[in-house]
């Protein structure tokens, strides 16, 4: 008996070593690991009425596999499962997800693009953030409350996705996510389409993203967000009262020009979140925003980085909220640096709250919504290190 449970655990392990070696072998497959620990001390001020100093992260965990298969004649199997976590506590991030920021597999070819199955981001967020503040220093440089996505708060699930090659410096993207409800296919449905352009110096895209909810199945009215996408109501004050919205509508626009170490970007969008009779409010918001930003090699190892902020809320509520942020990296090696970033925000007018009631606005630096001021103005300084691997 002893004699076949060895013999059964040695084969075992050479189909596990067959396994693993034959992936590694096969030149023409790969599977990667990698991923980001990030961590820094932060101050808040006007957080319940007190200055905040924490331990806390700035762009948060993540840890993933992107692998590829040869299937010959030009075409590949592609996959990315992306986790995020909380690197002081060790919890899962995107509602307890394992693998919560992306999952999805697909076909790709160079001549005809890729298909692409799972949960995943939506266009905008592939081709026009990138071209933003956002793109190069993250959440401390975004739009308060991310309203209109900049930050990719929201991932589609359940979506299908087409990337175009590139061709002469344009690429276009389209995704359809369905919505899941059995005799209603649109219900809580996601579409999305964006394009880019990069010619020399100077890159351009656009994008627009439509999230819609789906109807209440037995109360009279929505309690929340429940469609295919994540919708963008992490980040605070500034659009938490429109979680019973019927759609969310986001169309944006970003140019970037580079000269010589410094790179300059401008950027608009327009954010609108549209109610029906089962949501909690009547009338459209919408949030216009504008914002620039100029990035500065010093050296190779140094950046220094301006960003400004400015939203328009209008409709249901009337708000307008002033954002300045500023920016200092170092790379101590490829893949490890350090940063000091900082953002102030200045907000006047009105907000609704997650009940549903009008209040004086408050400030809430960028998406950072766990930082709620209770006055009208914020300061949020991060100093901290990342590694990537």
């Known amino acids: 008996m002893k004699q076949n449970v060895v013999r059964i655990m040695k084969n075992s392990l050479a189909v596990a070593a067959l396994s693993v070696s034959g992936g590694v072998a096969h030149a023409q497959s790969s599977v990667s690991l990698y991923g980001i620990v990030d961590d820094s001390l932060r101050y808040v001020s006007n957080v319940g009425g007190h200055s905040l100093l924490a331990v806390t992260m700035t762009h948060g965990g993540r840890w993933g596999f992107l692998g590829s298969e040869d299937l010959g004649g030009g075409l590949k199997t592609v996959f990315q499962l992306e986790n995020g976590f909380d690197i002081n506590s060790g919890v899962l991030g995107q509602g307890g997800r394992m693998f919560g920021r ?58 299908l996705k087409y990337v175009s090659p590139l061709l002469a410096g344009l690429q276009f993207e389209a995704l359809y996510a369905l919505g899941g409800v059995a005799g209603a296919t649109g219900a809580g449905q996601t579409l999305s389409a964006a394009a880019s352009y990069s010619t020399g110096a100077l890159s351009l895209a656009a994008g627009y993203l439509r999230m819609d909810n789906p109807l209440p199945t037995a109360a009279a009215f929505r309690s929340t967000w429940a469609g295919s996408s994540d919708g963008t109501f992490d980040g605070g004050p500034a659009n938490i009262g429109y979680k019973t919205a019927r759609s969310i509508q986001i169309a944006s626009a970003a140019a970037q020009y580079v000269i010589g170490n410094v790179t300059f970007g401008l950027r608009y969008s327009n954010a609108q979140y549209l109610p029906d009779a089962q949501s909690t409010f009547t009338s459209k918001q919408k949030y216009n925003t504008g914002a620039g930003h100029v990035t500065w090699w010093l050296t190779p190892a140094a950046a220094l980085g301006l960003g400004y902020v400015y939203t328009h809320a209008s409709g249901d509520a009337s708000a307008t909220y002033n954002q300045v942020s500023l920016g200092g990296d170092y790379l101590l090696s490829k893949r490890t640096d350090v940063y000091l970033k900082g953002a102030w925000q200045h907000v006047s007018g009105e ?39």
């Open 351 to 389: 907000q609704r709250n997650g009940a549903g009631r009008l209040m004086p606005a408050v400030a809430s630096v960028s998406d950072f919504g766990g930082y709620t001021s209770n006055s009208p103005n914020q300061t949020l300084v991060s100093v901290g290190i990342r590694h990537r691997f």
């Open 102 to 159: 992306q999952a999805w597999v697909g076909l790709s070819s160079g001549k005809w693009g890729t298909v692409k199955f799972g949960r995943q981001y939506d266009p905008t967020v592939d081709l026009v953030s990138p071209l933003t503040a956002d793109g190069t220093w993250g959440a401390t440089f975004t739009t308060p409350g991310d309203v209109d996505n900049n930050d990719a708060s929201s991932r589609a699930n359940n979506s």
